[in-house]
């Protein structure tokens, strides 16, 4: 590890403060981790979802592991920032081949990883976190490690028992080597607080429309807010729109407000 990839993943890990949350606008590509980083950004991190289908393949662990990394890569270099990627559940099938991962990982230069347990069980979700801190701490790099459970964003279970599971779990991938932990799908405050206050690790949450604003999850107590996909959708709704209307009325409207020539340029150093 250089001194300037051990640098940023302090800077990174110093940067989970419960009530002074990350704000993570989360990217797919060298422009926008730019753009991001220009407005303000303290770091920079990828959404799995949104580099996926920027290669062209579906979220879900469907997308090239070597390709995945590489565009990864192109993000950690084209800022200066610390960089976090979200690798799914680690584009392995075994515990084994996440630490693989994890290694490839770590040779772009990035120092934190999100890994999610999705249709896994708990078991196995935590034998891939600790598969991924044993590469980092083969690798002497201080890797912040994001561990993710689906239970309410895919609604595993009855109602009323999803936030004792994810407490659960999440506990259980801390035990593991989790640094922090990483809910989507949860918006209500009393939800939120529960979490903070039941889990021994910084609370990452997803953000979007209708949830509580940044402020709002900082009283809470969160340390982390990302938008995951929210960019990449927003931005390839903007296509749909300019490419509906040039084959359709044949009119040029939506491009009203785009960036400029220039600006996109300068941020390839043009």
Do not use: C
């Amino acid at each position: 590890m250089t001194p300037t990839q051990q640098h940023k993943a302090r800077v990174l890990r110093e940067l989970h403060r419960p009530g002074e949350p990350l704000v993570l606008a989360n990217v797919w590509d060298a422009a926008g981790a730019r753009l991001v980083a220009a407005a303000g950004a303290r770091a920079v991190a990828t959404a799995s979802a949104s580099v996926s289908w920027s290669l062209g393949s579906a979220d879900g662990d469907a997308a090239d592991r070597d390709e995945v990394l590489a565009q990864t890569a192109l993000v950690v270099r084209a800022v200066e920032l610390p960089v976090t990627a979200d690798l799914e559940s680690g584009y392995g099938a075994t515990a084994a081949e996440v630490g693989e991962t994890v290694a490839g990982l770590l040779a772009t230069g990035a120092v934190g990883v999100n890994l999610e347990d999705a249709h896994r069980s708990p078991a196995e979700a935590a034998e891939r976190i600790a598969a991924a801190r044993e590469a980092a701490s083969r690798a002497g790099v201080d890797l912040f490690v994001n561990g993710r459970t689906d239970v309410f964003l895919h609604g595993i279970g009855e109602p009323a028992g999803r936030l004792d599971e994810a407490v659960a779990r999440l506990r259980a991938y801390v035990e593991a080597g989790a640094d922090g932990v990483f809910v989507p799908g949860v918006a209500d405050p009393e939800t939120i607080a529960a979490l903070v206050a039941a889990v021994p690790a910084p609370l990452n949450v997803l953000a979007g429309p209708g949830s509580p604003s940044v402020p709002e999850l900082a009283e809470l107590g969160v340390a982390r807010v990302s938008l995951g996909p929210g960019l990449a959708k927003a931005a390839y709704a903007a296509v749909r729109r300019a490419a509906e209307e040039v084959y359709g009325a044949g009119t040029y409207t939506a491009l009203d407000g785009g960036l400029t020539y220039q600006e996109l340029n300068a941020l390839a150093g043009g």
